[in-house]
């Protein structure tokens, strides 16, 4: 008997097949648009069938999808007298153009299969597990409460110092310099990213510490690092970053109900909630005047203005795949994240070198790359360079996506919760944002229960 999941997959690859066809054959535009954004929906069923929690990590990854992605068609359904086709349509950034019918429906397709394939992980349920500690596995077993005390807490503190201390760099910054300072020096020499080795070590260290035990003295150490972690995440509108603080909000609320039954009518309060944070995040950006953003006077265009102005990696993939000449240390710097910070020993100093976002925006305007200006990039680039521009390589990628994103909301050891604890800090951004700082992270998670949990043989 079929299950729903497989039903509503079904019902996506009619869909896609349609859009497909009414794309393709007979150029209807709008007939793709509306296929892609119901086969988005209807992912939301699906990725949540017999789940008890539906504020996890999947949830938290489509709605992304949907803000970073899809941000500029939604914006039109919800205020379709604001927005206009050309201006949903056309990108003056780097480049400037309308995208042609035909590279619309290329691209809404590609997105379409994604969300189809990223639901194929979801068709075969997987039972919730309760937590446990399995000793004959490295990663489930307890690290000792003293090395926590001893080591993992003084490093985890000069860490939130370090972050801190940027933290307030990059508010000053952006308030003497406007939100674009805050990327002037990417063009520079090559330096090792010191910051972004203390976050991603930071929130390692706390998922070792997650979960690891009941000792009262670790666990209110804990929650005064996550807090001021959270606390720094949520300051960072102060300098333009919405998806910093938008993230923050979702890694809370992740760490909140992760492992609870929620009521019904919680939900409801929390999607109030969201739609009064999408209704005031341009003006909380504005607020210390490092963002021009835009702020209307009613509910639905300060919505849909929040949706449109952040959608714009949609048209990101276009530009991937022209791309014909795709730096191969990209590949490596991806797969073994950290690795480019030797590269400057092989006289490899600039980022556009080895960085597969930054070589785009060096492409496309070399000008406004070295002023500081960039597009971004998304975990689908990713995914797209890393299968060499070959769909059903890809198409294995984005279910093997799924399929992970799967196990670590319906999984309970100790291994899997420390993992989905990192995963909630990236999931939200990923649409616009490489997986390499994700895997980066887990490296050193893995790193480092590996050096406490080693024992040395006399």
């Known amino acids: 008997m079929l299950n729903l999941n497989i039903i509503l997959v079904i019902l ?37 069938y017999k789940k008890e929690n539906y504020l996890n990590l999947s949830t938290f990854f489509l709605i992304g999808f949907g803000l970073l992605i899809l941000g500029r068609f939604i914006a039109y359904l919800i205020y379709p007298s604001r927005y206009m086709s050309n201006e949903i349509l056309c ?15 290329n ?6 299969i994604t969300i189809l394939i990223f639901s ?3 068709i075969k349920s997987i039972k919730i597990k309760a937590y446990t500690y399995n000793t004959s596995n490295l990663f489930n077993k307890k690290i000792s409460i003293q090395k926590i005390k001893i080591f993992l807490l003084p490093v985890s503190y000069f860490c939130l110092l370090v972050l801190f201390y940027q933290s307030i760099n990059t508010i000053n910054l952006a308030l003497s310099g406007g939100y674009m300072a805050l990327y002037a020096n990417q063009a520079e020499i090559y330096q090792t990213p010191f910051t972004l080795i203390a976050n991603t070590t930071l929130i390692a260290m706390l998922a070792i510490i997650f979960k690891n035990g009941n000792d009262k003295i670790v666990n209110l150490h804990f929650k005064i690092i996550f807090y001021s972690l959270i606390f720094l995440g949520l300051i960072s509108i102060l300098s333009g970053s919405r998806n910093g603080f938008i993230g923050a909000l979702f890694v809370l609320l992740w760490y909140f109900f992760y492992d609870k039954k929620i009521p019904k009518l919680y939900y409801g309060l929390i999607a109030l909630l969201g739609v009064v944070i999408m209704a005031s995040i341009n003006y909380l950006a504005n ?53 480019q910070v030797f590269f400057t020993s092989f006289g490899i100093t600039e980022r556009y070198m080895f960085d597969w976002g930054s070589n785009l ?26 299968a060499f521009g070959f769909v059903p390589v890809y198409l294995v990628l984005i279910f093997f996506w799924g ?5 670590l909301d319906t999984q309970r050891t100790q291994f899997v919760q420390a993992l989905s604890f990192i995963f909630a ?11 390499s700082p994700l895997l980066f992270t887990i490296l050193i998670y893995i790193i480092l229960v590996s050096l406490f949990k080693m024992r040395i043989k006399k």
């Open 425 to 435: 800090f990236y999931v939200f951004a990923l649409p616009r944002n490489s997986i």
């Open 287 to 339: 607020i210390s005047g490092v963002r021009s953003a835009g702020v209307e006077s009613n509910l639905q265009s300060n919505i849909a203005e929040a949706f449109f102005s952040q959608g714009g990696t949609f048209f990101l993939v276009n530009e991937v795949f022209k791309m014909d000449e795709v730096p191969f240390l990209g590949y490596i710097k991806t797969i073994i994240p950290g690795v």
């Open 12 to 48: 996506q690859a009619i869909m896609f097949s349609a859009a497909a066809l009414f794309g393709y054959g007979l150029g209807y535009t709008d007939i793709v648009i509306y296929t892609t954004l119901a086969s988005y929906v209807i992912s939301f069923f699906i990725v949540n």
């Open 120 to 122: 194929f992980g979801y």
């Open 91 to 105: 990108f003056d950034f780097f480049f400037s153009y309308c995208l042609t019918n035909i590279e619309l429906v």
């Open 403 to 407: 399929r992970v994103l799967n196990i």
């Open 107 to 112: 691209l809404l397709l590609f997105y379409h």
């Open 361 to 386: 925006a060096y492409r496309l305007d070399k000008g406004l790359y070295q002023s500081g200006f960039g597009l971004g990039w998304s975990i689908f680039a990713d995914f797209y360079l890393l």
